[in-house]
């Protein structure tokens, strides 16, 4: 029987996903198999499996490289890109490590152990027992596995922690990436290139998530789509710097991430620990099932957010630094109207903050804007039945502020000048323990004084030149990330009821560690629905629809110009948690109606609609986007087709559905919550349309029709709808058509039923 540090070899499998992970000779692990669940395996199939995974027995030529672990080095003769890098000034850069102890769910995992999802522990020291080694590698129930790794120094000498970055295995048949580009108002570009020797590297310095981050970086087999393809992804779940890389080198292939220190950033003396943030990775057959897997852990947390999720309305595109009391209130008595349900005051309400130049930092309510402060709005808001959120800003300053007057030295710079502005703000170092309880203390005032049910905390600039004045101008956007999650925490303990949302000049930071202390993800400061076609739709790899902000705006967009009809607005937010971003005093009461129904449309499928299954389709036109939500029963569901561009051919090719029973039929109806598409030719199957109990004659509906405009529709079996598909409508660019999908109860309700 082997002994306690011989370790184990472990094969733990959930969700339809294996990893058999070999811990064995004192060795740090490797993992001989992450992909398709195996069958059960005894242990002489395992250890032959592991066997059989290295390279050359016994070889020691450099010709023939050994197989990688989780954290390759040098020490084995890898040659590749490091786990670990640093050193004692210089000395120790290449530690072996010795494993002494390997624990299963806490318990001493020996020989071999099979189980259903759980954590592995593997304990170690470097040859000079200068350093400890951690690694956590945990398959949760999902099929997500996670790593992290922790590292202690255990002597007297200071050791400069440079990059820990674990790696996972892929194999050879992964050849194509995709991982994500973007920028301010068009976050998450996909790209996508092919896997070749050497390394692709993706590294992100902002101090923040960043809108052009990797966000989660695939490999797959090549073409592979949303319901096709083997595919592997890794996301580093880090709201600081952070890199995610590919590499090939040799016969082996390798995806990871880890977080990016700057020099010197991270320095350990006696005692010290250094732990790398948690590394995820997903796999699955076609994207939707590598998102599903990240959907169903997010979902799975402490505090998951409900699928009954308040209408919100964010006041910056109505009133942006007008802040006027009974202006506000009038929005708000419109908006209540309307049915919404939450009522946000953005920017604007505090200091001498009259516009982007002075005050932020101050969060103490405007005695010149509010004389009698927010009481007579949070009150009015909470009457009409509404909750009451409000903006911050906590880890941004204006030069032009009586917190930066205060204290300079509180401002992150490399050196004695503070760095070049951006939208005229610095950045509050909040690993100053002084600093820190200044913000905390503010924000607690506030949320003591006013019944806040919702923080809104934005962060809107890059960190340039993050370093510590009062540590000679050190590097510090480890600590101040660290310092922004105990924030986040210490806050969230107090007022656990407040739902925080994470917005970063729109989406610049979304990141499942983010999403381990706020509730809700602004996608882009880009409302314009063209683009939030696109934005949501790969915003959803990473998350769940229910924490995903997604605003009706104004019919010409703030940030692009473009003028669109309110059912596309609409038609494309109600895929996320709804908002409206807008001046309702504005519109016109036509279009207050329309909205009024588009949020009742949304109320009455919203456990639907945030809680389902997303489901996104392969197409051969990119300008015809089609996806929706599958409830986890199968029984119904709710598609969207919008066409983004002029098509060719057109009408678009035949519409299918993927995600529903096989066996099932479903009767299949569009939907109209607020008025026809511009230039909808309906399909024949669609049947004849009524209006108030008479039919309208003629099939083309050229005109814009009010919403009680119906389709009979008609009922084809799910294997049908996503083998064979059905003729498309005409519509005209940017134009949606919501489809209702409802599984028949038995064979006499099935009118029009196709096989």
């Keep these: 029987m082997p002994t306690d540090n011989e370790g184990a070899i472990l094969h733990l499998a959930a969700a339809g996903v294996s990893v058999l992970i070999d811990a064995t000779g004192g060795q740090l692990p490797a993992i001989v198999h992450w992909g398709d669940q195996l069958p059960a395996l005894t242990a002489e199939e395992a250890r032959k499996m592991v066997e059989a995974s290295v390279p050359v027995?016994?070889?020691?030529?450099?010709?023939?490289?050994?197989?990688?672990?989780?954290?390759?080095?040098?020490?084995?003769?890898?040659?590749?890109r490091p786990g670990l890098r640093g050193s004692f000034d210089g000395v120790g850069w290449s530690p072996k490590f010795q494993v002494h102890k390997v624990t299963f769910n806490d318990s001493p995992a020996i020989g071999f152990v099979a189980a259903e999802a759980g954590r592995v522990l593997i304990t170690g020291t470097d040859d000079a027992h200068r350093l400890r080694l951690d690694l956590t590698l945990e398959l949760l129930p999902a099929g997500l596995i996670r790593g992290r790794v922790e590292l202690t120094n255990l002597c007297d000498e200071t050791y400069t922690v440079e990059d820990v970055s674990l790696a996972f295995p892929i194999p050879g048949e992964a050849t194509e990436l995709l991982d994500f580009a973007g920028s301010h108002n068009f976050e998450r570009v996909p790209q996508r290139g092919t896997l070749r020797t050497g390394t692709h590297l993706r590294e992100n310095r902002k101090g923040?998530?960043?809108?052009?981050?990797?966000?989660?970086?695939?490999?797959?087999?090549?073409?592979?789509?949303?319901?096709?393809?083997?595919?592997?992804?890794?996301?580093?779940?880090?709201?600081?710097?952070?890199?995610?890389?590919?590499e090939r080198f040799f016969g082996d292939q390798l995806i990871g991430g880890g977080e990016l220190l700057l020099p010197g950033e991270v320095r350990l003396s006696l005692g010290d620990i250094y732990q790398s943030p948690w590394i995820y990775a997903s796999y699955g057959t076609g994207l939707d099932a590598v998102a599903r897997r990240f959907h169903a852990h997010v979902r799975s947390r402490t505090f998951p957010v409900s699928a009954d999720r308040p209408v919100t309305l964010n006041v910056w595109e109505a009133v942006y630094f007008d802040h006027e009391e009974e202006k506000l209130i009038a929005l708000a008595e419109r908006a209540a109207l309307a049915g919404v349900e939450r009522y946000v005051l953005d920017d604007g309400w505090f200091g001498s903050r009259r516009d982007d130049t002075s005050g932020?930092?101050?969060?103490?309510?405007?005695?010149?804007?509010?004389?009698?402060?927010?009481?007579p709005l949070v009150g009015r808001v909470h009457e009409m039945g509404m909750q009451f959120g409000l903006w911050f800003e906590p880890e941004m300053v204006?030069?032009?502020?009586?917190?930066?007057?205060?204290?300079?030295?509180?401002?992150?710079?490399?050196?004695?000048?503070?760095?070049?502005?951006?939208?005229?703000?610095?950045?509050?170092?909040?690993?100053?323990?002084?600093?820190y309880e200044h913000v905390k203390k503010?924000?607690?005032?506030?949320?003591?004084?006013?019944?806040?049910?919702?923080?809104?905390?934005?962060?809107?600039?890059?960190?340039?030149?993050?370093?510590?004045?009062?540590?000679?101008?050190?590097?510090?956007?480890?600590?101040?990330?660290?310092?922004?999650?105990?924030?986040?925490?210490?806050?969230?303990?107090?007022?656990?009821?407040?739902?925080?949302?994470?917005?970063?000049?729109?989406?610049?930071?979304v990141d499942l560690g983010v999403l381990e202390n706020t509730d809700r993800v602004w996608v882009s400061d880009n409302n314009d629905p063209h683009d939030r076609q696109t934005m949501l739709r790969w915003t959803t790899e990473?998350?769940?629809?229910?924490?995903?902000?997604?605003?009706?705006?104004?019919?010409?967009?703030?940030?692009t110009g473009r003028r669109h009809d309110l059912a596309f607005r609409a038609g494309t937010a109600v895929f996320g948690h709804l908002g409206v971003e807008w001046d309702l005093g504005t519109a016109s009461d036509d279009e207050l109606d329309s909205l009024q129904r588009w949020i009742s449309f949304y109320k009455q499928e919203r456990r639907l609609l945030l809680a389902g299954d997303v489901v996104r389709m392969d197409g051969p036109d990119t300008n015809v986007v089609v996806h929706g939500v599958v409830g986890p029963d199968r029984s119904r569901a709710i598609f969207a087709q919008a066409a983004l561009d002029s098509l060719y051919p057109d009408p678009a090719g035949r519409l299918r559905f993927r995600g529903l029973d096989a066996e099932a039929r479903y009767e299949i109806v569009p939907i109209f919550p607020g008025y026809t598409p511009s230039g909808l030719l309906p399909p024949d199957w669609w049947g004849q349309p009524s209006a108030s109990g008479r039919h309208i004659e003629g099939t083309s509906l050229r005109t814009t029709a009010r919403n009680d405009v119906t389709f009979p529709g008609a009922v084809f079996s799910g294997s049908a709808l996503e083998k064979v598909g059905v003729a498309?409508?005409?519509?005209?660019?940017?134009?949606?058509?919501?489809?209702?999908?409802?599984r028949v109860a038995c064979e006499s309700q099935t009118r029009n039923a196709v096989p």
């Design 208 to 246: 923040r998530t960043g809108s052009d981050s990797a966000y989660i970086l695939h490999a797959g087999t090549p073409g592979f789509g949303f319901g096709h393809g083997e595919i592997w992804a890794v996301h580093t779940a880090w709201s600081g710097n952070h890199h995610h890389f590919a």
């Design 360 to 375: 932020l930092g101050d969060w103490v309510v405007s005695a010149d804007v509010w004389p009698s402060g927010l009481h």
């Design 442 to 509: 503010q924000i607690l005032a506030l949320l003591a004084e006013y019944k806040l049910d919702y923080i809104k905390w934005d962060h809107n600039r890059d960190l340039i030149e993050a370093g510590n004045q009062q540590a000679g101008g050190r590097p510090a956007v480890h600590q101040q990330t660290l310092a922004f999650y105990a924030l986040l925490e210490e806050i969230r303990s107090l007022h656990p009821d407040v739902e925080i949302e994470s917005c970063s000049s729109g989406g610049a930071r």
């Design 398 to 435: 204006n030069p032009d502020s009586d917190v930066a007057r205060a204290h300079p030295e509180w401002i992150m710079a490399a050196r004695k000048d503070w760095p070049v502005e951006s939208r005229n703000q610095q950045v509050l170092n909040l690993a100053v323990p002084e600093a």
């Design 542 to 559: 990473l998350l769940p629809p229910e924490y995903l902000g997604s605003h009706i705006a104004s019919a010409r967009s703030h940030t």
């Design 728 to 742: 498309s409508p005409r519509i005209h660019p940017d134009q949606v058509v919501l489809y209702r999908l409802s």
């Design 57 to 80: 027995a016994g070889s020691s030529t450099i010709d023939v490289p050994p197989r990688p672990g989780l954290l390759p080095g040098q020490d084995s003769g890898w040659m590749g």
